[in-house]
């Protein structure tokens, strides 16, 4: 059994933040990655992709405990629920490009629809007060 506090909650998102934007910095050169054949490089940086998310979409469910919270986070001017929704079809379309080893619309999808929305999930938490 756990005890969630809205202070841990505000520490886990800052720390997801920063985790998020070191990503999103190495997303920029999956294309480049792919192109050298560093497959494995590559495979490094989506695997850390899917757990940081994955992790951050655990924070913000725990979040939802705490309403008032949860309804004041907003990120790309828009609440989290929404736009978390919309990161969501980005995130099967890189999924399935993928799965075809489409290498534009891999590095494509990473640089131009998933990078920015990282930058704005870390920016969302950065500036959250304990």
């Known amino acids: 059994m756990t005890v969630v506090s809205r202070t841990a909650l505000v520490r886990n998102f800052k720390e997801s933040g920063k985790k998020l934007e070191g990503i999103q910095a190495e997303l920029g050169s999956v294309s480049t990655l792919l192109q050298s054949g560093k497959d494995a490089q590559v495979g490094k940086i989506i695997t850390a992709l899917a757990d940081e998310i994955s992790n951050f979409l655990h924070i913000a469910r ?21 736009f978390l929704e919309d990161f969501m079809p980005f995130l099967k379309d890189f999924e399935e490009a993928l799965g075809s080893k489409d290498t534009v619309t891999v590095g494509d999808i990473a640089e131009y629809e998933i990078s920015p929305r ?3 999930m870390a920016e969302a938490v950065a500036g959250l007060k304990e």
Not at 64 to 73: D, K, R
């Open 62 to 82: 725990l979040s939802s405990l705490f309403p008032e919270f949860y309804n004041s986070l907003e990120a790309g001017g828009k609440d989290i629920g929404q």
């Open 118 to 120: 990282l930058q704005q």
